[in-house]
């Protein structure tokens, strides 16, 4: 009986250098085929138009019809003003509640962390119809509590500014307590010993807070504004359950344009350029917060 003989040695070495590539292919292949394929397949689906039935090939003709669509625009001025509005008032509340939980003075701080980070598990249409009650103008829990002590019914979700107002209640109710995480997280690497170094030079809790808690929190600052950034101009599910867009288009968000032109009017090439002008601002959004948030040079 005879012995395999053994490979040459620059043929074991690249096997060796192929093995973490056979490792990597399956992924890679899922990725190309559920990931690559579809973001190609949109950018050139945004080049056509349907015309009875037809794809006909239009060039740049989507892209120049965003500029002179007034629906996108109005779906545009709605997500920055969440944007703008929501998403500041959101983390400045997470951050305060990030503090309040890494006190040593709070006693059950795990069962807190806990109970702010619950609504982040709930699904955001059972939210949303939770909410949509809640909100409801005649039988509202929310009208109910206010007619006992003599307010008034308040039109949650039919009077447009009510109804922006209501959506940001709904978006700070389940994303704040997630937020807060995430810097509670990074709020426990800061050394204590610069919080003891700032008491020794006289210090009060605000200016500790400044000087120590806020640069401490500036990488995590960072990355939840970013995420909160894409989520919100991708605002998807929430509107479209609390008011479908109304009242009058006043919550009419980008990602419920880009669905009504996509699954409602089967409009697929300009639903695409709409998805391509959408990945466009992210990412220009994010390039300006990582230069004004990002680590100094």
Do not use: C
């Not at 940001?168 to 810097?183: D, E, M, P, Q, R």
């Amino acid at each position: 009986m005879s012995l395999a003989r053994p490979l040459p040695a620059a043929r074991r070495r690249r096997r060796g250098r192929a093995a973490p590539y056979l490792f990597v292919l399956p992924a890679l292949l899922l990725f190309a085929a559920f990931k690559l394929y579809p973001i190609g397949w949109s950018f050139l689906l945004s080049l056509h138009r349907t015309v009875a039935g037809t794809d006909t090939f239009v060039g740049l003709d989507n892209y120049a019809r965003l500029l002179d669509d007034p629906l996108l625009w109005t779906a545009l001025r709605n997500t920055l003003v969440v944007l703008a509005v929501q998403v500041p008032l959101m983390l400045a509340l997470a951050t305060g509640l990030a503090v309040a939980l890494d006190s040593s003075l709070l006693k059950g701080r795990s069962v807190f962390r806990l109970g702010f980070f619950l609504p982040m598990v709930t699904g955001l249409v059972a939210y949303g119809i939770v909410f949509s009650v809640l909100l409801n103008k005649d039988y509202g829990l929310v009208n109910w509590l206010l007619g006992r002590v003599g307010a008034d019914p308040v039109p949650w979700l039919t009077d447009g500014t009510w109804a922006r107002i209501s959506l940001g209640l709904a978006l700070t109710w389940h994303y704040t307590g997630y937020n807060a995480v995430i810097l509670l997280a990074r709020l426990q690497t800061v050394p204590r010993e610069l919080y003891d170094a700032a008491a020794v030079d006289g210090a009060g809790a605000l200016a500790a807070f400044r000087h120590v808690t806020l640069p401490g929190l500036r990488p995590a600052l960072l990355l939840t504004t970013v995420l909160s950034t894409i989520g919100t101009l991708q605002l998807f599910d929430e509107p479209t359950v609390l008011t479908g867009g109304g009242p009058d288009n006043a919550t009419l968000t980008l990602g419920m344009y880009l669905y009504r032109h996509a699954f409602t009017y089967f409009d697929f090439g300009y639903a695409s350029a709409v998805a391509y002008a959408l990945t466009l601002l992210i990412g220009l959004l994010g390039l300006l917060q990582f230069r004004l948030l990002g680590d100094k040079p």
